[in-house]
């Protein structure tokens, strides 16, 4: 159980597109759910937290007009990247967070790799 | 959050317990200790959570110091496929429940 998906895989776009990534819990809902970016050789970075029905929380110098983020439901969460541009070539991350959990809430999704050529 | 200091990397003999160190000197009374590995290219998996006592899985140990200011992840008998980055986090045990990652440590596996 507690399976996130993210879809695509990997994608490879021209700059100046825009490439929306889903996140979904399969097997669970998800309170939150949660979008890192990682670049070669480095740490996660945790780029925002996303409530279903709410806005997004965006940690500090993420650009939430670059970056868009909706989590309609309770098992799907999407990010926007808008005018991708070769420096949003990065891994991209989410985690979803059971609902009525008290440990471990919080399980990855497989990550999603975006190149902008 | 507590910020957690890691060594950057450490190798471990195949079949040999790899023992992975984590200071968190900041870290206040209702913060929860988590491991996580991340296997190249791929999302982080759990591996362990404590809040005061040592606890155990089928995966992994993890032994808090009485202080909670460090503690250490014990895979007791590494092969191969636990070659991965581990990275220790505090969280908060309400609130956002969000994770701030540290640099984690590379682990090999030597055959």
């Known amino acids: 159980g507690a399976v996130v998906s993210q879809h695509p895989s990997w994608v490879i776009c021209k700059s100046g597109t825009s490439v929306k990534i889903e996140c979904r819990s399969l097997d669970f809902q998800a309170t939150t759910m949660f979008w890192y970016r990682q670049f070669p050789k480095q740490s996660l970075m945790l780029m925002a937290t996303s409530n279903e029905g709410s806005k997004a929380t965006y940690e500090q110098g993420v650009e939430k007009d670059k970056f868009l983020i909706n989590h309609a439901s309770l098992t799907l969460s999407t990010l926007t990247v808008t005018s991708a541009h070769p420096e949003d070539s990065s891994f991209y991350i989410c985690?979803?967070?059971?609902?009525?959990?008290?440990?471990?809430?919080?399980?990855f999704g497989p990550g999603t790799r975006l190149t902008v050529l | 959050d507590a910020k957690t200091t890691q060594p950057p990397s450490m190798d471990c003999a195949e079949g040999r317990a790899a023992n992975l160190p984590c200071n968190h000197s900041?870290?206040?009374?209702?913060?929860?200790v988590y491991w996580y590995r991340q296997i190249h290219s791929q999302g982080p998996q759990y591996i362990i959570h404590?809040?005061?006592n040592n606890e155990t899985n089928e995966m992994a140990s993890l032994i808090i110091t009485e202080d909670r200011k460090s503690s250490t992840l014990i895979l007791p008998h590494a092969t191969l496929r636990d070659t991965a980055v581990y990275y220790c986090?505090?969280?908060?045990?309400?609130?956002?429940?969000?994770?701030?990652f540290g640099t984690g440590t590379r682990l090999k596996v030597l055959a």
């Open positions: 900041t870290i206040s009374g209702n913060e929860y």
């Open positions: 985690s979803a967070r059971i609902r009525h959990s008290s440990y471990n809430e919080q399980f």
């Open positions: 986090i505090v969280r908060l045990t309400s609130g956002t429940y969000k994770y701030i």
């Open positions: 404590g809040l005061k």
